[in-house]
């Protein structure tokens, strides 16, 4: 495992390497493209309706519905649930950008709430503080790939009559006690940005339901609102998961489970080298009992993060903050009303979070680099 430092230190890391992935499945791919070239179908058609039929059995739901992207999966599962201005949609501070950006767009009023420091995920008591009678949903974030408290949030939404909408968009095949993320709650919300564990070559997303009438009514919306061609029952939006991107995804999804086996694999090496090099001052990710981590990322808490952060980077070493900055504390809220101080816990992991690379073709090699190099910065932070 050790491999001596004038080795190492050739050997870049990077944050993510797709090409990795790509090449073993390239004739494959591009067969699957070469198949929709020669079709000339480009907009739901028979690879959306199978990749649609294939990832429902696999998440475990009785409807799937082809988007966008992940942030209209969010969007639209919004717009079919009736919301907007007045309303308000509990979601966590801390996670990207679409949670609560979908809210805001409807007109609708993101309620903020803190997360539990050891997962990054939600707190459910802040999310029963949070309730008004205003309260029209609560969307959980299923971070990094793990999953959100869903026992405690869906009695929390049960006994306050509101639906859970799940940002699963980083967690396709978590599961939280046996259940699969997006498969707990009214609707959930997965993403095919290239950086998801599932990724298409470019933009895509999907949204999970075992609701029929709200499967029926997301798919009418996500065609501009539009049974019958012209004639317009609600008005929708341009949602459409494109024909080449369930082509590629189709080839991709199979793969998913052994994808998700090195993720994890990789988590368990990280572990070890780090127990190995005594670096008791880094907090690891944590899977609690009954989860199953996907590790979409890999995030670490440490001191000196930023330093730390400059140091790998300068050696070659991807590694990103996920996220500076709650969304309490962004510009765009600021007529939210919330001040700094406001959700402490999210505030202390924008400030010494940091990922790690964590894709499955990473090597033992790398990751021993990895875990050196951050060894040395500290090494040489004492000298
Ligand atoms: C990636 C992501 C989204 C948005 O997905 P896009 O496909 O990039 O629009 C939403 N929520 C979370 C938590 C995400 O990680």
Known sequence: MWIPATQASQLPVPLLDLKAQYE???????????RVCDSQ??????????LEAELAATLGVTDAIGVSSGTDALLVALMALGIGPGDEVITPTYSFFATAGCVARLGARPVLVDIDPVTY??????????????????????LYGHCADMDALLRIAGGAGVPVIEDACQSIGA??????AGAM????????????????????????????????????????GAQRRYYHDRIGGNFRLDELQAAVLRVKAPHLPEWTAARRRNADQYRALFAAHGLSQVVL????????HIYNQFVIRLPQRDAVKDYLQARGIGCEVYYPVPFHLQQCF?????????????ERAAAESLALPIYGELTEAQQGHVVSTIASFYEAARA
């Open 285 to 292: 990710p944590v899977e609690l009992a009954g989860a199953f």
């Open 185 to 224: 709650g009214t609707a959930g919300c997965f993403s095919f940005f290239p950086s998801k564990n599932l990724g298409a070559f470019g933009d895509g997303g999907l949204v999970t339901t075992q609701d029929a009438a709200l499967g029926a009514e997301i798919r009418l919306l996500r065609g501009h």
């Open 334 to 346: 600021q007529d939210l009303g919330y001040t700094p101080g406001a959700f402490p816990h999210s």
């Open 24 to 34: 073993p499945l390239r004739e494959k791919i591009l067969e699957a493209v070469t």
């Open 121 to 142: 995920n939600i707190d459910p008591a802040g999310v029963e503080r949070a309730l008004t009678p205003k309260t029209r949903a609560i969307m959980p974030v299923h």
């Open 41 to 50: 179908r480009f907009i739901l058609g028979p690879e959306t309706q199978a």
């Open 175 to 180: 599961t939280w006690h046996g259940r699969q």
